[in-house]
């Protein structure tokens, strides 16, 4: 392998398939990039065996060929190189790469290209596209809903859900259900459900540019995400994902129209004083003002806010970390907040045409 | 207390008067910032007893007072607020205070304000002033070679020496010694020597902004100072500081002249190699070249640099993060190194006509 590339370019394409690279106990060869010359381009791959990421950038390649080079290394040699043309040659014998610029040079030690795993997607199942900005705004409205706990995998996941033209994207940790639903022009199929690992979809969000298209393809164990110059694949989650239909509450008895930032910023406010264990804040709503407060052995915040109400007066409580995440994705200026009873899930909206609900579960306090 | 302010003005004194709040187990009531209203300004004080900052901001007062108040949680809320005026009262019986803004109030529980140590400063024995960024400059320039070691005091603080109207200020932590002379107006005395906290000098050059003038005042244990509104006090460290004029070696054998920050990121790359330990990189002076190289089991770096040499050809090895914090602050485009001998310590210059000067002792390698 042998090319000449530009600083700015090759070290892009790194920090893409950088996000791939395990942190944790990998296997060492894991903890490499795995480098590939061929045409007019350079293709980097990185992988923890559950995500894989390809990305190329151009350069002007003068022998084709392959390498594996400790990520974090040429990463920051990489980065901290001046402005200058890069040029690159392993030297397949000793599995070592040599970087020159200007009049300088270095030479990393790396691992045999031949051992390193490759990605394997047999030919999909389903295929769709669509535009960057609007998966990448959907991803985010459900992602932080997953849970973190890895011993219940269904809830580390998203579902993918398709029924005709309309792509359903949910996400329940059991505390919170957030959904999202996209409309495509045609029809896709029905009854077709993947849950894809949230991980893997907190990493995507960050890759895809605004202006991308992406193309999705499912196997019946794989998702592949490509996009331009790069591609992510990843495991799907096995598992049957809870019937999120039936969760969402009826007739509401109780609904108010609020500001978002301003119910996000009181919110955070009040959960100040409570540093220790979960930060519940109090809610009320009375004719046309939510009031939040919390109270603590610190002291106690009340909020006031204005906002239009329709139907009963109520009091409730949150969490306010977990208030806080839909709030911050949920993309309106305004948005509603809506309760069927004191005791059952809040359900927040998009003052839009967004078709997303987040619903969340009040915390009983003592006295209720 | 009671008074009125302007939401920027109350935050960035709160942050000035943080960097004196002890972060690990202090007395309660020193978690705690010390509010004091009175005419048309609020004083904040804050002190970990070896280090005290005071700061005022303009305020409308409508009562006088004191109020001390836990740093988090107020530099917290004040920071999260809406751009409104925000009025803050206190309750001297319940030690609480209620800060309004808007439609919305929050309450926050202190201390007895009369629990809170006093500063004490007994008039100054020594005075004069300077420029802030002067001060701060010539400050950042030896600071770094403190040592962190508490177990020899001398070594955390900094020598301020008059001689004359020449100040010199000096630091070291036997591996290296920074030395930077400011030439003052007028005589200020001689055989005046202080050691001052480098702890201190760190939190103050990071206060000083650079169009103020800082009056500084030395009691026999105590330095105050005192810059627009706001004040610095700490406590002064006793003992003898080494002899630091007799460590400077004499005629030198080989001098280089080099562009600062392309022998900065050289040696950074050359670095980067050696992840464990000290990070040692080889310099080599050649004809018109300096060679910086690395070699550990990752690999190797091997950088040139144009240099004008006046002197013998040599060898030899430093330290490339004690080499890389001189080269940070030397503050010129342009840096001599001398050597009077291969093991000597290397002399680090600007070329300008700053006086300041690093020695840094070179590392002896296997087959030296």
Chains 1, 2 share one sequence.
């Not at 849970?147 to 940790?173: K, M, Q, W, Y």
């Not at 109780?254 to 500001?259: A, E, M, Y």
């Not at 899930?345 to 009040?362: A, H, M, R, T």
Request: aromatic share 6%; net charge negative.
């Amino acid at each position: 392998m042998k090319f000449t590339c530009i600083k700015e370019e090759i070290l892009n394409a790194l920090l893409v398939v950088q996000r791939a690279v395990p942190s944790k106990n990998p296997l060492p060869i894991l903890t490499g990039i795995k480098f590939k010359a061929e045409g007019d381009k350079v293709f980097l791959t990185a992988t923890d065996l559950e995500i894989g990421i390809r990305c190329s950038f151009p350069a002007e390649v003068i022998e084709d060929g392959e390498s594996v080079i400790p990520a974090k290394l040429i990463i920051e040699l990489i980065r901290s190189l001046p402005d200058l043309p890069v040029f690159i040659e392993s030297d397949p014998f000793t599995n070592s790469v040599e970087i020159k610029y200007g009049q300088s040079k270095a030479k990393i030690n790396g691992y045999p290209a031949d051992e390193f795993p490759d990605f394997v997607l047999t030919s999909g199942d389903l295929h769709f596209n669509m535009p960057g900005d609007v998966l990448a705004e959907a991803l985010r409205q459900v992602i932080f809903a997953t849970a973190a706990d890895e011993n219940r995998p269904v809830f580390t996941g998203v579902l993918l859900e398709i029924e005709e033209s309309c792509i359903h994207l949910v996400a329940t940790d059991t505390h919170r259900l957030a959904w999202r639903k996209i409309l495509m022009e045609t029809s896709l199929g029905s009854n077709i459900k993947f849950i894809i690992p949230g991980k893997t979809l907190n990493e995507l969000v960050k890759i895809i540019g605004p202006e991308q298209k992406v193309d999705l393809t499912f196997t019946e164990n794989q998702v592949l995400f490509n996009t331009d110059n790069t591609l992510v694949i990843s495991r799907l989650i096995g598992g049957e994902f809870p019937k999120y239909k039936m969760v969402v509450p009826g007739e509401c008895i109780s609904k108010i129209r609020i500001n978002t930032s301003e119910l996000q910023d009181a919110t955070k406010r009040a959960a100040l004083l409570t540093n220790e264990g979960a930060p519940i804040v109090k809610m009320q709503i009375t004719d046309d003002t939510l009031i939040v407060t919390s109270h603590t052995e610190a002291g106690h915040v009340h909020e006031e806010l204005k906002t239009s109400r329709d139907g009963e007066q109520l009091q409730f409580a949150f969490n306010a970390r977990y208030l806080n995440d839909i709030l911050k994705v949920i993309g309106s200026e305004e948005s509603y907040i809506e309760f069927t009873g004191p005791l059952s899930p809040g359900i927040i909206k998009p003052v839009s045409d967004v078709e997303y609900i987040s619903l969340l579960l009040p915390v009983r306090l003592r006295g209720d």
